[in-house]
Every structure is written in C-alpha cells, then in structure tokens.
C-alpha cells in the first residue's frame, strides 16, 4: 500500500497548521539542540584556552579568579604574589618556562598584558609575523587586534568603561610583532615586557640598573604615578587623583619622548634580580615533566602562595556549567513535552475532521492498516520535518552565540552539531513516531459506518 | 397493486426462475441495543448478477443500512449475506476488505473525492490500497474511465469540477477495479437536475450488461433505469418488484 497521496492531501489541506506545527517542533528541538551545542563550543573553547597553561602561581586567593584574570583575560582586582616568592622558579630545574602576568593596562579594550618575550613564543608558538619585543617601548599583539607591525599606540589604564581616554601613562609603544591566531581570549591580547608595566607603575622593573635613574624620573606624571601605585596592586582600577587637565595628554606625550632618549630600563626578560622583583598577579608554569608538575604545585602551596592546575578549576567550572546545564536542558525537555502535548492535541482534534474521509476510503476498500499507516506519516512526517528544521536551527543559533562570544572575549567558540544534538533530535523524533501512533490508531478503531453516516 | 400481500412475503421473488443468483440474503437482521426493534430485518432475498436494484423508502428505514451490511462495513446482528456463495459474515475483516475492494464499488451522495489532488488521482485511489507503486494498466484504466465518464484529463483541479463532473470523477473511481457490483447511496441527491440526468445516464451505461448496480434513490430518473425496485419502511421489505416501466417495455 502507498498512503503517500491522502498523506499529501493531508499536508496541503491543513498547511498553514501543518507550517505551525513543524515550526513548534523546530523551536523545540533547536532549544535543546542549540543548549548542548553552545555548552560544549564552550567547554571545548575553555579547554583550548587553557591548553598552555599548565600551572598557575599566584597570592593566595580564589583560583577561579586567577583563572579568569590570567586565562580569560577578565580582569578583577587580585593579590599580587610577591618577588621573592616566584623569582626563585627561573632557576628551578624542573620548569620549562615560567612567566610573569601583569595585568591593568590596555588600548582601547585590548588588555595589555606584561609578560616574557619566552612566554609570547610559548603561547604563539612562533609569531605570525615580526619578532618578540626586545625593549619596553615594543609590543607584540594577539592575532584579533587591529593594529599593524610598525603601529604605534597609547596604553592607558584600567579597562573597558574605566578606561580614560585621556589618562594615559604617556608611554608610545611599537608594535613589532603579531603572533598567531591561538584561538583563546589572547588573540585580543597586547602582549609587553613586564619591565614595562613595572616602569609605567614606577615600580622595581626586576633588575639592577645603573644608579641615578631616579634623578630622570622628575616628570610630574611619574610622581603622580608613583604616588598612586607604589603599595598598590598593578592590576587595581583605582583611576586613582589624576588631575585630569586638559593639557596633561600634551605633557604626557613630552614625558614619553623624554623616555625614549636615555631610558633606564636596558633589560628585558629573566633572568631577574630577586631584590629588584616587584609582585605580580600570576605566573604561569610549564613544569618539564608530569611528576614535576606535582611537586611544582605542593611546594607552592604555602601561606603565601598558592599553584593549581587550571584545567582542574575548569572541571568544577564545567560541573557548575553542567548544573546551570542540566536545568536549562531540564526546562527545553519540558518546553518540548508541551509543544508534543499541544500538537498531538491539535492533531486529535484534526483527526475528527479527517474520520469521514477514511471512513470513505474503508468502504473503497481500504484496509484498517492503510488508514493507520496514512495517520502515521502525516503525524511522522511534521514531527521529522520540525525536527530537521529545529536541528538547523539550533546550529544556526549556537552559532550566532558563538560568534558573538567569540568576538567579546576572542575565545574561538566552534558550535556544532555533535553525536548528543543528533541523539536529542533523535530522541525527539523517536518520542514523535510513537506518540503518532496515537491519532492513527484511534481513527484506525473509528467505526467506519458511524462515520460515514456522520456528516 | 394486488401483487402486493404476495410481495410483502420477501420469499415469493424465488417462486421466479432463478438462473444465476449473486446475492442471498437469509434470515438478516439488524438491531442496536437489545430492547429497540430492529433497524432491518429481511428474510430472504436474492439478487441476480447484472440485475439493477433501485432501492426506495423513506428517511430511516434500512436503506443505507442495508448497504453497509451487504458490502460488509457493517455486521449483522443475525443472518447470512452470501456473495457469490460465500457468507461474508464469517469473513475475517481483512478479507472482507479484501474481498469489498476486488467485488464492490461505492458511489456517495455527497462524491467524497479528495480536493487536493487531481480528479485522476482521485480515480487512482484506490490502487493506493494495494501496492506501493501504480502500475501502466491501472493508470491507463484510469485515463480512459475519465475519458468515459466525460471529465477531460486536463481538468486538474478536483474541487473546480462542477459537482455533477465530481460525481462522474466518484463513478469512475468506483469502476477502477472493474468490480461486478456497484453500491450507491442517493448518487443524484445532491446534483441539480441537469446533473442528475448525466450522472444517472454514467451510471447506467457504464454499468454494462454484466454488472450489478444497487442503489438507493428517491430519484425516479434512477428508480426508472432500475430493472427491480424494493421498498423498505421501518426496516421491513415492504415491496419487491420488476420495474413497471420495464415490464411495460418489456412486455
Ligand atoms: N448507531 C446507531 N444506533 C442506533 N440507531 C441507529 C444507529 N445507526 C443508525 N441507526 C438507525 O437506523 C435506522 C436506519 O438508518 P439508515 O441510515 O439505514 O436509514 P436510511 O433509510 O438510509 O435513511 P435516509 O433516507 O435518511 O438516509 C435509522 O432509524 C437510524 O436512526
Ligand atoms: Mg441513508
């Protein structure tokens, strides 16, 4: 038997319910569809993003905070882990590569982040194009930032709507490299020698210099600066007296030039000088081999620092992520029951519409199983369609999140359609097959005379 | 009609020469619920192969019951309908589907064609029922039926036929499987009388010599084509006999 031509003229007869139908299935699975898709981009996002970060040292506090200042690039204000405490890591034999992250500065919502030129190559794996920087005039930019070897730039400080356009440091930075894209938030990171952060800040700048420099620091910039930031964390957003003049920038940008001629700071880079060493927000480790990794971490783990794994803060990030989840996937699954129990509804009350038809095509000589199997379809066929429609859908809308997340914090997000979003529109299909075995059987029981006499 | 007291005893039509029977109905009856009388109740009636039955009577008195059962969408409560030999009562239903597909074909008042698709899909429906693809001699079967019953193949809307052309598209639907019997209910009730004459004269001619046509009718143009016309009242065969106009023909 073919029940195709009556599941047609079923389909045509009733379209704009049958449009709504698919559509209402379509929401409901893209729902579910697009939950799972964008809760695993973000795992696998995260998990990427973490991926050079083996271990993390930093003041005691909350990891998760750490994770996100260092990792992320989320910046909030954090205890700095004194010199002494990780100066003494460059000569451990068991790490491979240990770097400083300073954070607090950025250029027009690119975080300026203070670090080794070992640490860009590191995380670049090879730069794009141009070198590392090599004095603390150049920078080296993340493969998102819109500048250009050879361009120049303002830092200022603190971030996003605390940023003051006009309350910059007076530093002019060189671009001279830009590393490749890594696909984690730091592709929109600035990448700077610590010592430069340390010298905006008017701190220690991690090795001895020539006595004297303190005379060539007289700007008032530098002593405002010195004043506001000396017993205060780096990373603090503290906009701090800055008197805010209009021709302060103009001062500023005298100041810088004054910099540039006979600069004090000649070095860049371990190794530091431990007396010298100013605190900073985290360091990051990559320990030569596994069981170095663990002795890393408990011989950090002190009253005045603390070392974790990243990847293990992730993991409880992800569990919290996965109850938020599981709830959210809680509330799709019952969206979807209703839009089940409205349609089958809807389709019972359209069944009455259709009894006489079927009544008619029993006394043509159509058997039972003909009309079940016509019923069927027509329900199976909606149910598939918005399925299918709904899978599209969620992807295109998981993608849409992605994108725009990865454009907020640079961290690749790639949401697609995984052997879970297959399994859940399946399972919605499946649920869809049986439940319309429900209309098909009831008219498939309907007594074909009643319903022919039936007007 | 003195014949009549003769007549209201259904069994006195086989006192006539009995040459080839197609239907025996004994004994039949037809109750809902124990306590009220029946719907119908015949005791015995034979209907020859290729004779045309007009069936009248007024509003619920069996007719369209009587329909259903012989075609075996209805069960009797008591009785045998016997096709050809075979009591389909005793028929499992999937049998009598079967067997109803292959043996009869139904006409409606009211043409039940499905709108949506085309008049010769609507002749074509019932090969939906057996297999999965149409083969060249039904489709072929199907263009010339529509050919016959005057609704040109170009015609591609069902429900822009006028009503009397949806009532041929039924009439050949009904002949696709070239079934010896045709079932119809009131087929001219809802037609104008222009309609009616055509459908009436589709019904008859396409019938052929061969073929049995039953059918229920207040139209005496229907009643008139009839070779036999029973009468039902209150669900009892008041009346069995040869068309007065054909015995006039034929006498
Ligand atoms: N399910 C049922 N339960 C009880 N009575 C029924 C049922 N179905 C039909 N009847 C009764 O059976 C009787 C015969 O009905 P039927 O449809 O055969 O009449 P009819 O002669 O075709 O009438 P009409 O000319 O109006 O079509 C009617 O009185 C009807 O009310
Ligand atoms: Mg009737």
Same mark, same amino acid.
Not at chain 2, 229 to 238: Q, S, T
């Given at each position: 038997?073919?029940?195709?031509?009556?599941?047609?003229?079923?389909?045509?007869?009733?379209?704009?319910?049958?449009?709504?139908f698919?559509?209402?299935i379509?929401?409901?699975?893209?729902?579910?569809?697009?939950?799972?898709?964008?809760?695993?981009?973000?795992?696998?996002?995260s998990?990427?993003?973490?991926?050079?970060?083996?271990?993390l040292?930093?003041?005691?506090?909350?990891?998760?905070e750490?994770?996100?200042?260092?990792?992320?690039?989320?910046?909030?204000?954090?205890?700095?882990?004194?010199?002494?405490?990780?100066?003494?890591l460059?000569?451990?034999p068991?790490?491979?590569?240990?770097?400083?992250?300073?954070?607090?500065?950025?250029?027009?919502g690119?975080?300026?982040?203070?670090?080794?030129?070992?640490?860009?190559?590191?995380?670049?794996g090879?730069l794009?194009s141009?070198?590392?920087?090599?004095?603390?005039?150049?920078a080296?930019?993340?493969?998102?930032?819109?500048?250009?070897?050879g361009?120049e730039?303002?830092?200022?400080?603190?971030?996003?709507?605390?940023? !003051?356009?006009?309350?910059?440091?007076?530093?002019?930075?060189?671009?001279?490299?830009?590393?490749?894209?890594?696909?984690?938030?730091?592709?929109?990171a600035?990448i700077?020698?610590?010592?430069?952060?340390?010298?905006?800040?008017?701190?220690?700048?991690?090795?001895?210099?020539p006595?004297?420099?303190?005379?060539?620091?007289?700007?008032?910039?530098?002593?405002?600066d010195h004043?506001?930031?000396?017993?205060?964390?780096?990373?603090?957003?503290?906009d701090?007296?800055?008197?805010?003049?209009?021709d302060?920038?103009?001062?500023?940008?005298d100041?810088?030039?004054?910099?540039?001629?006979?600069?004090?700071?000649?070095?860049?880079?371990p190794?530091?000088?431990?007396?010298?060493?100013?605190g900073?927000?985290?360091?990051?480790?990559?320990?030569?081999?596994?069981?170095?990794?663990?002795?890393?971490?408990?011989?950090?783990?002190?009253?005045?620092?603390?070392?974790?794994?990243p990847?293990?803060?992730?993991?409880?990030?992800?569990?919290?992520?996965?109850?938020?989840?599981?709830?959210?996937?809680?509330?799709?699954?019952?969206?979807?029951?209703?839009?089940?129990?409205?349609?089958?509804?809807a389709?019972?009350?359209?069944?009455?519409?259709?009894?006489?038809?079927?009544?008619?095509?029993?006394?043509?000589?159509?058997?039972?199983?003909?009309?079940?199997?016509?019923?069927?379809?027509?329900?199976?066929?909606? !149910?598939?369609?918005?399925?299918?429609?709904?899978?599209?859908?969620?992807?295109?809308?998981?993608q849409?999140?992605?994108?725009?997340?990865?454009?907020?914090?640079?961290?690749?997000?790639q949401a697609?359609?995984?052997?879970?979003?297959?399994?859940l529109?399946?399972?919605?299909?499946?649920?869809?097959?049986?439940l319309?075995?429900?209309?098909?059987?009831?008219?498939?029981?309907?007594?074909?005379?009643?319903?022919?006499?039936?007007? | $009609?003195?014949?009549l007291?003769?007549?209201? $005893?259904?069994s006195?039509?086989?006192?006539?020469?009995?040459?080839?029977?197609?239907?025996?109905?004994?004994?039949?009856?037809?109750?809902?619920?124990?306590?009220?009388?029946?719907?119908?109740?015949?005791?015995?009636?034979a209907?020859?192969?290729?004779?045309?039955?007009?069936?009248?009577g007024?509003?619920g008195?069996g007719?369209?019951?009587?329909?259903?059962?012989?075609?075996?969408?209805?069960?009797?409560?008591?009785?045998?309908?016997?096709?050809?030999?075979?009591?389909?009562?005793?028929l499992?239903?999937?049998?009598?589907?079967?067997?109803?597909?292959?043996s009869?074909?139904?006409?409606?008042?009211d043409?039940?064609l499905?709108?949506?698709?085309?008049?010769?899909?609507?002749?074509?429906?019932?090969?939906s029922?057996i297999?999965?693809?149409?083969?060249?001699?039904?489709r072929?079967?199907?263009?010339?039926?529509l050919?016959q019953?005057?609704?040109?193949?170009a015609?591609?809307?069902?429900s822009?036929?006028?009503?009397g052309?949806?009532?041929?598209?039924?009439?050949? =639907?009904?002949?696709?499987?070239?079934?010896p019997?045709?079932?119809?209910?009131?087929?001219?009730?809802?037609? /104008?009388?222009?309609?009616?004459?055509?459908?009436?004269?589709?019904?008859?001619?396409?019938?052929?010599?061969?073929?049995t046509?039953?059918?229920?009718?207040? /139209?005496?143009d229907?009643?008139? =084509?009839?070779?036999?016309?029973?009468?039902? /009242?209150?669900?009892?065969?008041?009346?069995?006999?040869?068309?007065?106009?054909e015995?006039?023909?034929?006498a």
């Amino acid at each position: 038997m073919n029940p195709f031509p009556i599941v047609m003229a079923s389909l045509k007869r009733h379209w704009i319910m049958n449009i709504l139908f698919v559509l209402l299935i379509a929401v409901a699975v893209a729902i579910g569809v697009g939950l799972t898709a964008q809760e695993r981009a973000l795992r696998q996002g995260s998990a990427q993003a973490a991926d050079k970060f083996d271990i993390l040292i930093a003041a005691p506090g909350s990891q998760t905070e750490i994770v996100m200042n260092s990792i992320f690039l989320q910046h909030s204000a954090i205890n700095l882990l004194d010199g002494p405490y990780w100066g003494k890591l460059f000569d451990d034999p068991r790490v491979e590569i240990a770097a400083p992250l300073a954070f607090g500065d950025s250029w027009k919502g690119h975080s300026i982040v203070g670090s080794t030129p070992q640490f860009v190559t590191y995380l670049s794996g090879g730069l794009a194009s141009g070198h590392v920087f090599e004095t603390i005039e150049q920078a080296v930019v993340g493969a998102a930032v819109p500048l250009a070897i050879g361009d120049e730039f303002e830092p200022s400080h603190g971030h996003g709507p605390e940023e !003051v356009l006009d309350h910059h440091h007076g530093a002019e930075l060189h671009v001279v490299g830009k590393m490749q894209p890594t696909g984690t938030p730091w592709d929109s990171a600035i990448i700077v020698a610590v010592e430069q952060v340390w010298d905006l800040h008017a701190l220690p700048t991690g090795h001895h210099e020539p006595a004297g420099d303190e005379h060539d620091h007289d700007g008032s910039e530098a002593h405002e600066d010195h004043e506001d930031h000396e017993h205060e964390e780096a990373n603090t957003h503290d906009d701090g007296d800055h008197d805010h003049a209009t021709d302060h920038d103009e001062d500023a940008h005298d100041h810088a030039h004054e910099h540039d001629g006979d600069h004090h700071v000649t070095r860049i880079g371990p190794p530091f000088d431990l007396d010298e060493l100013p605190g900073v927000p985290a360091i990051v480790v990559r320990p030569k081999s596994v069981a170095a990794a663990y002795t890393i971490r408990s011989d950090y783990r002190t009253d005045h620092s603390t070392a974790f794994f990243p990847a293990e803060v992730l993991v409880e990030m992800y569990r919290l992520l996965g109850n938020a989840g599981s709830v959210m996937r809680a509330m799709a699954l019952g969206s979807q029951a209703l839009v089940v129990a409205a349609i089958l509804a809807a389709i019972l009350a359209l069944m009455q519409l259709y009894r006489k038809q079927f009544a008619v095509l029993r006394a043509l000589g159509a058997p039972r199983s003909y009309v079940f199997s016509a019923i069927w379809s027509y329900v199976s066929l909606l !149910v598939i369609t918005g399925a299918i429609c709904g899978l599209g859908l969620g992807w295109m809308v998981a993608q849409s999140v992605s994108r725009i997340f990865t454009a907020e914090t640079g961290m690749a997000m790639q949401a697609s359609l995984g052997s879970s979003e297959l399994m859940l529109a399946g399972g919605f299909v499946i649920i869809g097959l049986i439940l319309a075995t429900l209309p098909a059987f009831l008219l498939y029981r309907r007594p074909v005379v009643s319903a022919l006499r039936g007007s | $009609m003195s014949a009549l007291s003769d007549l209201s $005893m259904p069994s006195s039509n086989l006192s006539e020469p009995v040459s080839d029977v197609l239907l025996r109905i004994e004994e039949l009856s037809l109750h809902y619920g124990k306590n009220q009388p029946p719907v119908l109740q015949i005791g015995n009636l034979a209907i020859d192969r290729g004779q045309t039955v007009g069936i009248s009577g007024p509003s619920g008195s069996g007719k369209s019951s009587l329909l259903y059962l012989i075609s075996g969408l209805l069960k009797p409560s008591h009785g045998k309908i016997i096709w050809n030999g075979t009591d389909i009562t005793t028929l499992g239903e999937g049998e009598t589907d079967r067997w109803r597909r292959k043996s009869i074909g139904f006409v409606f008042q009211d043409f039940h064609l499905i709108d949506e698709v085309t008049p010769l899909d609507n002749v074509l429906i019932p090969a939906s029922f057996i297999g999965w693809r149409i083969n060249d001699a039904t489709r072929k079967r199907a263009h010339e039926l529509l050919d016959q019953v005057g609704v040109p193949l170009a015609r591609k809307s069902t429900s822009d036929l006028s009503r009397g052309e949806q009532q041929r598209v039924a009439i050949a =639907r009904a002949l696709l499987f070239d079934p010896p019997v045709i079932l119809a209910d009131e087929p001219t009730a809802s037609l /104008d009388d222009a309609a009616s004459k055509t459908a009436t004269e589709t019904l008859f001619s396409l019938a052929g010599s061969n073929r049995t046509i039953i059918t229920v009718s207040h /139209d005496q143009d229907v009643i008139d =084509r009839c070779g036999r016309v029973l009468r039902f /009242d209150k669900g009892a065969l008041i009346d069995d006999s040869a068309n007065i106009k054909e015995k006039a023909e034929l006498a």
